[in-house]
């Protein structure tokens, strides 16, 4: 006869059962950053611009895309090189960014999943 799954177990005030707990502090701090930076929507969409861009993009474009002025257009993209998603390069006076090429299997997964447009 199968056996019944188990329901919660009885709870007696001021008393707790140990539950496994697997998650390595190290990558629940540094996944918790990702996610963080890119809890913010234009964080999240100039990550998505990125990823499909064929080329590193201008500052410059993503203050006339999104309507906002340098710096905080340069403070979100501080916010992503700090978390290691994206990297810059100076030509000129002008700074051009790209999606890190040497992403994580598990960070890549995140965006693969987060940037997915809905069916």
Same mark, same amino acid.
């Given at each position: 006869m199968?056996?019944?799954?188990?329901? !919660?177990? #009885?709870?007696?005030?001021?008393?707790?059962r140990?539950? !496994?707990?697997h998650? =390595?502090p190290?990558?629940?701090d540094?996944?918790?950053?990702? /996610?963080?930076?890119l809890a =913010?929507r234009?964080?999240?969409?100039?990550? #998505?611009?990125?990823?499909?861009?064929e080329? !590193?993009?201008c500052?410059? =474009?993503f203050?006339?895309?999104?309507?906002?002025?340098?710096?905080?257009?340069?403070?979100?993209?501080?916010?992503l090189?700090?978390?290691? /998603?994206?990297e810059s390069?100076k030509?000129?006076?002008?700074?051009?960014?790209? /999606?890190?090429?040497? /992403?994580? !299997?598990?960070v890549?997964?995140?965006?693969?999943?987060?940037?997915?447009? =809905?069916s």
């Amino acid at each position: 006869m199968p056996r019944a799954a188990a329901g !919660p177990a #009885a709870r007696r005030r001021g008393t707790s059962r140990e539950i !496994p707990v697997h998650a =390595d502090p190290a990558w629940a701090d540094s996944t918790a950053e990702v /996610l963080r930076a890119l809890a =913010d929507r234009t964080r999240l969409s100039m990550i #998505a611009a990125l990823r499909s861009s064929e080329q !590193p993009v201008c500052i410059c =474009d993503f203050t006339v895309a999104y309507g906002l002025s340098q710096p905080t257009i340069s403070h979100h993209m501080s916010k992503l090189r700090a978390v290691g /998603l994206v990297e810059s390069r100076k030509q000129g006076i002008w700074i051009y960014y790209s /999606l890190r090429t040497n /992403l994580t !299997p598990s960070v890549e997964r995140l965006l693969e999943a987060v940037l997915r447009p =809905d069916s």
